[in-house]
């Protein structure tokens, strides 16, 4: 896959290396979370995900957090295998470039 550019506002840059490495973790739970099945953990893990990642800009990352949300409070676990993994080759390739907004 290749690297998915995100813009993200230059006054945020001191933020974004701990946002990048807490969000590290968050897919990591939600990996295990998933094998567990713990769907009302994951919905709760999801929404921040969703939220934190659109607030910094992370567009893509928040819209699979939001489609592995909906799938969770839906008791539908049939997608989530596959949206967290999405999410970790997703974040895998993001290329951060910090510009003036």
């Not at 290396?17 to 969000?23: D, I």
């Not at 973790?25 to 659109?54: C, F, M, P, R, S």
């Amino acid at each position: 896959m290749s690297k998915v550019t995100v813009e993200i506002d230059a006054d945020l840059q001191d933020l974004i290396p701990q946002f990048v490495e807490n969000r590290k973790k968050d897919i990591e739970t939600l990996e295990q979370l998933v094998e567990k099945n713990d769907l009302v953990t994951i919905a709760q893990l999801a929404h921040k995900i969703k939220g934190a990642a659109a607030g910094y800009g992370f567009n893509e990352l928040s819209e699979l957090a939001a489609q592995m949300e909906k799938s969770a409070k839906a008791n539908d676990s049939t997608p989530l295998k596959d949206l967290v993994k999405r999410m970790r080759i997703h974040f895998l390739n993001i290329e951060i470039r910090y510009v003036t907004m």
